[in-house]
């Protein structure tokens, strides 16, 4: 068998999926983080598809590795792993199709049979009331555990915050057996995200995620230290070694790789290997409730330490809900998701609203 195509489709100009076509009439999808599909577009075009055309789609390993090193000049902490991503998961789902196996199969098997998520709200705007309100709605669909975007990104100290107050409106509202994860991107300067810490402490927050700039290893490690609160973080690195600095430097306690963006499923078992030999748990950053939330549920399903609740994203989303891009949804049940057993990822697109949205613009 050999790649015969790589295609890249920007739907609506924002999301990016990739398809990988072989001679042999067995495809795969992949998706690409959006956070700028024409950037990553032209990767895939221009810088990967080159590479892997004419390849056997069964050495995956030897595809990663080779389109990692051969652009390296590009710089490959961020859009070209974000681009490999997209190449990465289409083999593994024509891999999985090959050998008449979910993904999971080819991963290890499962390790749980149908992971939790949690609710992960989106929005910014919301008064603390509204917020808590909407947490108990998703609480009695049978989920267990919500987060919050309560604070300005990258505001070091000087911008929006209503976490304290959104939090102390939601504990009330939803009691005390029902887990609270708070995210505040970036927001704090080390001082402050301490003294936020306690706070959340004291409300039971379960999950404290990206208090810091991401690239303030040595303050992670501060703020591990100083509270018991776990300090989760990861969505802005992209490989195992980062991975390695973000455990042994920066200590933090909960682990948050997405495999849209850390090169794929290849990447992120060896980010997994990495956290489980130092004891890390690993709850994802997803925000693609599509072809990235499938991929994302073959890694929970067999990997052991994806244990908690996983993210997913709870906010309306033109390929889930208007324009379904899939022929039969996986979806979340209960507060669970199950994958369908079949071949690969387990979905095909539908070729027809695929088409449309693509032409487009958004």
Not at 200 to 210: N, P, Q, S
Request: hydrophobic share 40%.
């Amino acid at each position: 068998m050999r790649i015969t195509r790589v295609e890249s489709i920007v739907l609506l100009g924002r999301y990016h999926l990739v398809r990988v076509h072989t001679d042999e009439g067995v495809t795969g999808v992949g998706e690409v983080s959006p956070m700028n599909a024409a950037v990553t577009h032209t990767l895939v075009e221009k810088a990967l598809a080159p590479i892997v055309v004419g390849e056997d789609p069964a050495n995956i390993e030897r595809l990663w590795h080779a389109m990692y090193h051969k652009p390296y000049k590009l710089g490959p902490m961020g859009a070209q792993l974000n681009a490999i991503a997209g190449i990465d998961i289409a083999l593994w789902d024509i891999a999985g199709k090959v050998a008449g196996k979910p993904v999971h199969d080819l991963l290890g098997g499962k390790f749980r049979e149908a992971p939790e998520v949690y609710a992960s709200s989106m929005q910014r705007g919301m008064t603390p009331a509204e917020e808590a309100a909407r947490a108990v709605s998703f609480a009695e669909q049978g989920y267990r555990a919500y987060k919050i975007h309560s604070a300005t990104p990258w505001m070091y100290d000087d911008g929006f915050d209503q976490t304290l107050d959104t939090v102390r409106e939601m504990r009330a509202a939803v009691g005390q057996d029902f887990d609270i994860l708070v995210d505040v991107n970036n927001s704090y300067y080390p001082h402050t995200a301490i003294k936020i810490a306690r706070r959340l402490e004291d409300y039971g927050v379960w999950h404290f995620e990206e208090p810091l700039a991401a690239h303030d290893y040595d303050g992670y490690a501060a703020l591990a230290a100083a509270v018991d609160i776990p300090i989760a973080a990861g969505e802005q690195e992209y490989t195992r070694w980062q991975f390695r600095d973000l455990i042994l430097r920066a200590q933090v306690d909960i682990l948050q790789p997405d495999v849209i963006k850390c090169g794929g499923i290849t990447e992120f078992v060896k980010i997994a290997a990495l956290a489980q030999t130092f004891n890390k748990p690993i709850t994802v950053h997803n925000t693609q409730p599509t072809i990235g939330t499938l991929a994302h549920l073959h890694l929970w399903m067999s990997t052991p330490n994806c244990v908690y609740p996983q993210e997913y994203n709870i906010e309306p989303h033109p390929l889930r809900d208007e324009w379904p891009i899939w022929t039969e949804p996986v979806l979340v049940e209960n507060g669970r998701m199950r994958a369908s057993g079949k071949p690969g990822l387990g979905v095909e697109l539908d070729d027809d609203v695929v088409r449309r949205l693509a032409e487009r613009e958004g």
